[in-house]
């Protein structure tokens, strides 16, 4: 069993950072992929980024690539997500996620966190 605790999120203007965290318990917590998501209102919810567990590959959606960067720390169970550039469209409930396979869908998720709100203005 994990549990994921999201932190981080906030109010910022256009071309600002955030830096989200994402805290886990368990002791299995370096063998399973991390990845988050968001969820704009009214939309459904869309893949942003994952990491590996092993190696620390990463992979990221077109729309972020080159202003988001997620990191992991196996020693402090946690994840972390460097927003950078925000633009409005940036807007969105963000999760945590952790699975066994990962990948840029649902199905390679077995625990989610309650998320963070993230908002940007312009």
């Known amino acids: 069993q994990v549990q994921l605790v999201e932190s981080g999120g906030g109010l910022v203007r256009a071309g600002g950072s955030l830096r989200l965290s994402c805290a886990a318990s368990?002791?299995?917590?370096?063998?399973?992929?991390m990845g988050w998501f968001r969820q704009a209102p009214g939309k459904e919810r869309e893949f942003v980024t994952t990491?590996?567990?092993?190696?620390?590959?990463?992979y990221y959606a077109n729309s972020v690539k080159g202003r988001f960067t997620i990191s992991r720390d196996n020693a402090k169970n946690t994840v972390y997500l460097q927003l950078n550039s925000l633009k409005p469209e940036d807007t969105a409930v963000y999760y945590c996620?952790?699975?066994?396979?990962?990948?840029?869908?649902?199905?390679?998720?077995?625990?989610w966190g309650q998320g963070t709100q993230v908002t940007v203005s312009s």
């Open positions: 996620a952790a699975g066994p396979t990962g990948g840029i869908t649902y199905v390679g998720y077995d625990y």
């Open positions: 990491i590996s567990w092993n190696d620390g590959r990463t």
């Open positions: 368990g002791r299995t917590f370096s063998s399973y992929a």
